[in-house]
T-cell receptor
Framework: GAVVSQHPSWVICKSGTSVKIECRSLDFQATTMFWYRQFPKQSLMLMATSNEGSKATYEQGVEKDKFLINHASLTLSTLTVTSAHPEDSSFYIC????????????FGPGTRLLVL | DQQVKQNSPSLSVQEGRISILNCDYTNSMFDYFLWYKKYPAEGPTFLISISSIKDKNEDGRFTVFLNKSAKHLSLHIVPSQPGDSAVYFCAATLWGNTPLVFGKGTRLSVIA
């Protein structure tokens, strides 16, 4: 199946710093990538949808100036958590969808962020 | 309003028996449904899917059943194995470039 990678797999940072998370589709071109956040014991919460070469579409309640998403190529999307605070500590997961399969999403392994 | 519901947060099954995970949805426009399996600190892994034009899809030990009139789907795992212990998410979507809507997940524990 299609492979999606994320980097880093975990990161610890100080409050006020920015953190960039990369999501790559390794063996296919991803026209659309999604960013999710998972809180403990809760479902995956969609944060934003990004299409290659265009601005990301953010879900209600997600601050676009805080969670910067860039989808500069068909294999790479980045999520930057700007001025991170402890409440941003979470598990961030990306997924990618191929142009040939409009339904199935392939997920990355996730990035655990801890803001001190 | 939660459009996809998994009402059982957890389920325990003995090894070798059948595991049945249930999922209900409220949006009758959904036409494609997926099940994902998730281990702690990992991303979800696609398991099996079903289109609304079918009522059953089988892949090895995994079978998904869809009852459109009841807006209900279920995932059957038989025989259950200890390695199946994970959180299972049900997801639904509309045809085309729309994001998945997930349920809250059901934690399956398969006891040896």
């Amino acid at each position: 199946g299609a492979v999606v990678s994320q980097h880093p797999s975990w990161v610890i940072c100080k409050s006020g710093t920015s953190v960039k998370i990369e999501c790559r589709s390794l063996d296919f071109q991803a026209t659309t990538m999604f960013w999710y956040r998972q809180f403990p014991k809760q479902s995956l919460m969609l944060m934003a949808t990004s299409n290659e070469g265009s601005k990301a579409t953010y879900e209600q309640g997600v601050e676009k100036d805080k969670f910067l998403i860039n989808h500069a190529s068909l294999t790479l999307s980045t999520l930057t958590v700007t001025s991170a605070h402890p409440e941003d500590s979470s598990f961030y997961i990306c997924s990618a969808r191929t142009s040939g399969d409009q339904e199935t999403q392939y997920f990355g392994p996730g990035t655990r962020l801890l803001v001190l | 309003d939660q459009q996809v519901k998994q009402n059982s947060p957890s389920l325990s099954v003995q090894e070798g028996r059948i595991s049945i995970l249930n999922c209900d949805y409220t949006n009758s426009m959904f036409d494609y449904f997926l099940w994902y399996k998730k281990y702690p600190a990992e991303g979800p892994t696609f398991l099996i899917s079903i289109s609304s034009i079918k009522d059953k899809n089988e892949d090895g030990r995994f079978t998904v059943f869809l009852n459109k009139s009841a807006k209900h789907l279920s995932l059957h795992i038989v025989p259950s194995q200890p390695g199946d212990s994970a959180v299972y998410f049900c997801a639904a979507t509309l045809w085309g470039n729309t994001p998945l809507v997930f349920g809250k997940g059901t934690r399956l524990s398969v006891i040896a």
